[in-house]
């Protein structure tokens, strides 16, 4: 049987006593037994968990009772996959949230964080890259090969989170295990291959734990018959409100000429004369390596052309480019010299490192001739531009809509889907956004409060006067500066400063950067060379400092405690539909009929509002305010669903200071 709720109740009861600052919590107690209901039913089920409910336990608990019972009845496998956004929620439960279960439940389970093959050195390859080395490498790489190597005789695992140093992606590359440069059984080195050991673990573990960015790359693999998870029974997405935009990133398709640079120099550089083509002597495919480098610095200069003349100006490619391809030909006349020269070599690890690049070529090829012709229907094209002095030029394409694909691949296949999140609904309880956006036609809905007393601990500060963004933006700009200074002296630190777009950003920053000196008060900016997590590092470390973030400090932040007592959002977060995807997406509402400001932006800026103001509370001993800049949640007619969207707290409406 699946566990019922008085069941799971009295679990809450066992952790309790073994984790004396574990709290019991309705909520928590709630949201497992509905998870315990959607499996034991074989349906799907979005629940929203308020922070400080503990989503972790909730689904945890329910998924592994669940497995042991019907390993004990049927002596059958109840293979569970929970996927996370982020790596640090994948840390906590496989370093913590697990093995404090797996100490205190009365069953036997077993659970793997499940990580890609290119992860996992391979010992054949490794032998290889050393006996060819100087054929391949320079001096520095050569010296990072022979650390490698000394490394794989002591690793446990054999994954590039146990190396001590981050190799330079064309080393780890020529040693990683790969599925197109395996042997299988055949290896001589198959009884002490740390991929497989790990795949064994994979397929006999009861839960497995991956990111998001595995989960649809292995879906998108059973589109061909492939796979890198074995089949579940139940997928629980943890940071599921991340869905849509992750699924759309990794159904798509991405060509660059930085990927052709770095495949023909592993062939043949002509600069360093290394090279697996060097190698193996192979001069005629060297020289259809050098033509193709000049085919492809022609093409992607056509296409970099192409953009300034007829691409709009966010790079969106309407209909297939009229552009000759020589690429795509001369890609598959090199991976058949190549092939055909390997059917002759004697050594099988020689043979499949040469079919291997041989796959790459004409893989690349495909992808550049589809992206071309726009072969996939139903998909946004648009060219990328990065860098000015060595430019990259990114061809990407992307579903417009992955609701179709995630309904028919995902919720059609798989038993029970749980997607949990502190931030889905929109409005008090409305989840047909979310479930729209992704395809989710029937699913039981739970919304669950925060156990935090927001009353107590937070306070919304709506400012007074404030001009309005869209009509006078200037006056606005000028308006947010002033009110900065007011609402940072409310708490003398310890703030987020939010904005939606980095030109507002430093804009703000550089008329108040004055100011802070004058006070001798830290100001950190994201976007001035230092990365998230030491930016945070700095801010924590203070005390009282104010931060100015964009995008990535919305959500996925996590500073509990008086460093942070203040967030200020200066503009509502509407996402505007310059992008390409965004675009694409607006259209096809407008094409069927609907209005994409109330139909999408709306809905979506409300749920990115509540991650911003989820910035604030992180537990219950935290207070503070939240304050909202923007005049539009009182002046406008949606503004009620920006308000009814956030937590019931006291509400202050702040006069400027004179």
Same mark, same amino acid.
Not at 287 to 302: E, I, M, Q, S, T
Not at 428 to 447: M, V, Y
Not at 506 to 531: A, D, M, P, Y
């Given at each position: 049987?699946?566990?019922?709720?008085?069941?799971? %109740?009295?679990?809450?009861? *066992?952790?309790?006593?073994?984790?004396?600052?574990?709290?019991?919590?309705?909520?928590?107690?709630?949201?497992?037994?509905?998870?315990?209901?959607?499996?034991?039913?074989?349906?799907?089920?979005?629940?929203?968990?308020?922070?400080?409910?503990?989503?972790?336990?909730?689904?945890?608990?329910?998924?592994?009772?669940?497995?042991?019972?019907?390993? =004990?009845?049927?002596?059958?496998?109840?293979?569970?996959?929970?996927?996370?956004?982020?790596?640090?929620?994948?840390?906590?439960?496989?370093?913590?949230?697990?093995?404090?279960?797996?100490?205190?439940?009365?069953?036997?389970?077993?659970?793997?964080?499940?990580?890609?093959?290119?992860?996992?050195?391979? @010992?054949?390859?490794?032998?290889?890259?050393? #006996?060819?080395?100087?054929?391949?490498?320079?001096?520095?790489?050569?010296?990072?090969?022979?650390?490698?190597?000394?490394?794989?005789?002591?690793?446990?695992?054999?994954?590039?989170?146990? !190396?001590?140093?981050?190799?330079?992606?064309?080393?780890?590359?020529?040693?990683?295990?790969?599925?197109?440069?395996?042997?299988?059984?055949?290896?001589?080195?198959?009884?002490?291959?740390?991929?497989?050991?790990?795949?064994?673990?994979?397929?006999?573990?009861?839960? *497995?734990? $991956?990111?998001?960015?595995?989960?649809?790359?292995?879906?998108?693999?059973?589109?061909?018959?492939?796979?890198?998870?074995?089949?579940?029974?139940?997928?629980?997405?943890?940071?599921?409100?991340? *869905?849509?935009?992750?699924?759309?990133?990794?159904?798509?398709?991405?060509?660059?000429?930085?990927?052709?640079?770095?495949? &023909?120099?592993?062939?043949?550089?002509?600069?360093?004369?290394?090279?697996?083509?060097?190698?193996?002597?192979?001069?005629?495919?060297?020289? @259809?390596?050098?033509? !193709?480098?000049?085919?492809?610095?022609?093409?992607?200069?056509?296409?970099?052309?192409?953009?300034? #003349?007829?691409?709009? =100006?966010?790079?969106?490619?309407?209909?297939?480019?009229?552009?000759?391809?020589?690429?795509?030909?001369?890609?598959?006349? +090199?991976?058949?010299?190549?092939?055909?020269?390997?059917?002759?070599?004697?050594?099988?690890?020689?043979?499949?490192?040469?079919?291997?690049?041989?796959?790459?070529?004409?893989?690349?090829?495909?992808? !550049?001739?589809?992206? !071309?012709?726009?072969?996939? #229907?139903?998909?946004?094209?648009?060219?990328?531009?990065?860098?000015?002095? /060595?430019?990259?030029?990114?061809? $990407?394409?992307?579903?417009?809509?992955?609701?179709?694909?995630?309904?028919?691949?995902?919720?059609?296949?798989?038993?029970?889907?749980?997607?949990?999140?502190?931030?889905?609904?929109?409005?008090?309880?409305?989840?047909? %956004? %979310?479930?729209?956006?992704?395809? +989710?036609?029937?699913?039981?809905?739970?919304?669950?409060?925060?156990?935090?007393?927001?009353?107590?601990?937070?306070?919304?500060?709506?400012?007074?006067?404030?001009?309005?963004?869209?009509?006078?933006? &200037?006056?606005?700009?000028?308006?947010?500066?002033?009110?900065?200074?007011?609402?940072?002296?409310?708490?003398?630190?310890?703030?987020?400063?939010?904005?939606?777009?980095?030109?507002?950003?430093?804009?703000?920053?550089?008329?108040?950067?004055?100011?802070?000196?004058?006070?001798?008060? +830290?100001?950190?900016?994201?976007?001035?060379?230092?990365?998230?997590?030491?930016?945070?590092?700095?801010?924590?470390?203070?005390?009282?400092?104010? *931060?100015?973030?964009?995008?990535? &400090?919305?959500?996925?932040?996590? $500073?509990?405690?008086?460093? +942070?007592?203040? $967030?200020?959002?200066?503009?509502?977060?509407?996402?505007?539909?310059?992008?390409?995807?965004?675009?694409? /997406?607006?259209?096809?509402?407008?094409?069927?009929?609907?209005?994409? &400001?109330?139909?999408?932006?709306?809905?979506?800026?409300?749920?990115?509002?509540?991650?911003?103001?989820?910035?604030?509370?992180?537990?219950?001993?935290?207070?503070?305010?939240?304050?909202?800049?923007?005049?539009?949640?009182?002046?406008?007619?949606?503004?009620?669903?920006?308000?009814?969207?956030?937590?019931?707290?006291?509400?202050?409406?702040?006069?400027?200071?004179?």
């Amino acid at each position: 049987m699946i566990p019922t709720s008085n069941e799971v %109740f009295e679990l809450g009861g *066992l952790i309790a006593r073994r984790l004396p600052q574990y709290e019991s919590r309705p909520e928590q107690v709630e949201m497992a037994a509905a998870v315990a209901e959607a499996i034991s039913s074989r349906s799907h089920l979005v629940v929203e968990a308020g922070t400080g409910v503990g989503k972790s336990f909730a689904y945890l608990v329910p998924c592994i009772l669940a497995a042991a019972e019907r390993q =004990q009845s049927e002596n059958k496998t109840r293979r569970i996959v929970i996927s996370t956004h982020t790596i640090s929620l994948q840390e906590q439960l496989i370093s913590r949230d697990i093995p404090f279960l797996n100490s205190i439940l009365p069953v036997e389970f077993s659970a793997v964080l499940v990580k890609g093959r290119g992860n996992y050195i391979s @010992l054949r390859r490794l032998q290889a890259a050393r #006996e060819k080395g100087r054929s391949l490498f320079e001096s520095e790489e050569q010296t990072q090969l022979n650390e490698i190597a000394q490394w794989s005789e002591n690793t446990y695992d054999g994954s590039l989170s146990d !190396l001590g140093f981050t190799p330079l992606p064309q080393v780890w590359d020529e040693v990683r295990s790969e599925h197109g440069n395996c042997l299988g059984k055949k290896c001589p080195t198959h009884k002490d291959c740390f991929y497989y050991r790990a795949r064994r673990r994979v397929w006999n573990a009861d839960v *497995l734990i $991956v990111n998001h960015a595995m989960f649809f790359a292995d879906l998108a693999l059973r589109r061909e018959g492939a796979s890198v998870l074995p089949d579940y029974d139940v997928a629980i997405f943890d940071e599921a409100h991340t *869905l849509e935009d992750v699924a759309a990133s990794h159904l798509g398709t991405t060509v660059s000429n930085g990927q052709f640079s770095y495949l &023909f120099n592993k062939l043949y550089n002509d600069r360093t004369q290394k090279g697996l083509l060097v190698h193996h002597n192979l001069v005629d495919a060297q020289k @259809l390596v050098a033509r !193709l480098r000049f085919l492809v610095d022609d093409l992607f200069d056509d296409l970099d052309q192409w953009r300034n #003349e007829h691409a709009s =100006q966010n790079g969106r490619v309407r209909k297939p480019i009229d552009i000759q391809n020589k690429v795509t030909p001369d890609l598959h006349d +090199l991976a058949l010299t190549i092939r055909t020269f390997a059917t002759d070599v004697k050594d099988e690890g020689h043979q499949i490192d040469l079919n291997s690049s041989a796959e790459r070529l004409d893989a690349l090829g495909i992808s !550049l001739g589809n992206w !071309l012709k726009q072969r996939h #229907e139903d998909s946004v094209y648009w060219i990328e531009i990065l860098g000015q002095k /060595r430019q990259t030029i990114k061809l $990407v394409s992307s579903p417009i809509d992955v609701g179709a694909t995630l309904r028919d691949e995902l919720f059609g296949q798989v038993p029970t889907v749980v997607l949990a999140s502190a931030t889905l609904a929109v409005g008090q309880r409305d989840f047909s %956004f %979310f479930r729209s956006r992704i395809g +989710l036609t029937k699913a039981h809905d739970l919304k669950l409060g925060s156990p935090f007393d927001y009353k107590k601990q937070a306070t919304i500060v709506l400012p007074d006067q404030m001009p309005d963004p869209g009509e006078n933006p &200037f006056d606005y700009e000028n308006a947010v500066v002033d009110r900065i200074k007011q609402h940072v002296d409310d708490t003398d630190g310890g703030v987020f400063v939010l904005f939606t777009s980095y030109k507002m950003l430093q804009n703000c920053s550089r008329k108040l950067s004055s100011w802070f000196s004058s006070r001798n008060q +830290l100001l950190l900016c994201q976007g001035t060379g230092l990365q998230r997590g030491a930016l945070l590092n700095q801010f924590r470390k203070d005390g009282n400092a104010v *931060l100015f973030g964009t995008e990535s &400090f919305w959500q996925g932040v996590d $500073v509990p405690g008086d460093a +942070l007592k203040n $967030v200020i959002i200066t503009k509502l977060p509407f996402s505007v539909p310059d992008h390409p995807l965004l675009e694409a /997406r607006v259209e096809r509402i407008k094409e069927n009929g609907d209005n994409p &400001f109330t139909k999408y932006q709306v809905p979506e800026a409300a749920i990115k509002l509540r991650q911003g103001f989820g910035r604030l509370i992180r537990s219950a001993t935290d207070s503070g305010q939240v304050v909202i800049l923007d005049p539009r949640v009182r002046t406008k007619p949606y503004g009620r669903i920006f308000l009814e969207s956030l937590p019931d707290c006291r509400r202050v409406i702040a006069s400027r200071n004179k």
